[in-house]
């Protein structure tokens, strides 16, 4: 082959080592092939081929950054998981009936109520007075001595040589105590009470105990003493009392209901009605004088439509007086552990059951009608019991007016940029803005929303068309339309980069073709980009609602309150009150969490409430992705 000799490693021989002839002395004339010729290099061994790639770095074969990679998104997913189990288990938990138990103390107490949290803690060691002031301490009680010993004798005792110190509470054993949910707090002051398991005598659970869940001062637990009919004991057996009770008390809350609708309805539209006639003549004064003829004429209108409010009034109070009448025979009569009784009116009972006598199917009824109050009804007691119906309506509300006013305004934006604009130091001061718009917090915009919407826009149209209502301001104050249109801003640049990404997939050959066949730039855009862009604009909607169904802080300031008598959708002409405050669920958390007065007791509403926000976030979202897979499968189409 061109002069050059091919030579191959020789075959090794019987009893030889490799590429080396039996018998052969290293370095001798049997050491390589013969003729002279330079010997051909073996092949290196797998061990040496390992060796070598040990030598290279691991980041070159790419299996550390694999593991890095998946690492992070194993962590990021149990994160998830384990927030979303954690509040799905306590929030399902909430409304499941708890059993009621009587602990005695050694002391000779009672205590009666729901155990509701278990804990364990070191107790801290005794604390040894200055030996001055050793004579003026009263001897200990042997009660107390023997709970002393029993918390911190055995392993963790003090040395004989002296008593415990600071540096050594390490030593103490643990002790475990439980939460007790007492209620009667109009007659304790306290709504609950750790408990010691070594301070406790004797548990056991009462037969009759019963839990009541009232309009006003929260949970009563006690056990059934009598019922009473015009205040007079008509049973004094637990059982019997019992069975009156649950024969009256469906026919008290429908009268109660007949009478809280009588003031909602009936004296709301009374008052509206007054209200309106009262407006008519403010603007007749404004527009043509407090003496002229139309303001005398309005305010004769208004004078009779008050003296028929009036009439009308006096006759509801009489009907409202008689159905309080009616419900105030009757009442429940419940002893708790100090001997007192207490007699519950029926009418300010919303629900009671035996908590120990109760089947597991009754358990489950009574947990579903407090599934059914939760979603259905309105709050009570500071919110920390009820419904959250207005809270969820409204969250809801606010979210559709905040979708349908940041789309349009989103998707407009980025067709200019995408699709009009020249690409200069303008265009790329904008996106720039508009990136950094992205990161500023929530609470600026409340605060933008508040000076801009509230007090100088609001206040405008208030002195334009509602000058009559004047001092009380109609859109210059928080509302639902205020709202909306402050997240609107917070999640327009959301809702810019995703239609512009999706604006920018479309392919170059279908805008060419388009053009081709004579089509104009509106056509093109119309016709052929917007329908194949919509899965992406539906993306951009999808992210910005679920960012603007959570957020708080902005609604605080411009819209969201405590407790909303009215919503802001309803039957009333015009349907729709954009003017509204309203309720919602993040400030609901947020109320129940923080400024409670009975923050034990609304622990539990806060991850109910919590999973029931992810729930609405979660069925908007469902909802919006169904609407994109259509979109996606209808324009759906290929390059060409």
Known sequence: MNGATLFRPARPAPGGLPGRPAGGVPGGPADGPPGGQPAVTPRRSAGARLRTRARASLLAHGEPMIWVTGGALAVALAMISGLLFLVLLRGTATFWPSRVVELQTREGGRIVG??????????QPPQVPHPAQASQLPPPSPAAGSRSGARVGGAGAPPAGGPATAAEPAGLPLAHRRLVRTGNFDLTGIHFVWVDDEDVAREER????????RMAWGRFIG???????????VTVQPEQAWEQFRRYHGEVRARWRRRHTLEQAEVGRINRACERARLRVRQAELDQGAASAPAEAAAADYARARQSADQELTRLQERAARLDAENARYALVLGISDGQRKSLPLADI?????????????RLAVYLDRWREFLAGEPREANSEGGVFPALFGTVVMTLVMTLAVVPFGVLAALYLREYAKAGPVVSAVRIAVNNLAGVPSIVFGVFGLGFFCYAL?????QLFFAARLPNPTFGKGGVLWSSLTLALLTLPVVIVATEEALAAVPGSMREGSYACGASKWQTIRRIILPRALPGIMTGMILAMARGAGEVAPLMLVGAVKLAPELPVDGVLPFVHLERSFMHLGFHIFDLGFQSQNS???KPMVFTTTLLLIAVVAALNVGAVQLRARLRRRFVASHF
């Open 206 to 213: 009462p037969p009759w105990a019963v839990t009541v869940e």
């Open 350 to 362: 919303v629900r009671a059951y035996p908590a120990n006598r109760l089947t597991w199917p009754q």
């Open 223 to 233: 056990s059934v003493v009598a019922f009473q009919i015009d205040g007079q004991d």
């Open 114 to 123: 729901e155990i509701t949290r278990h804990e364990s803690y070191r107790p």
């Open 458 to 462: 609001g206040a405008h149209i208030d």
């Open 600 to 602: 034990e007791a609304a």
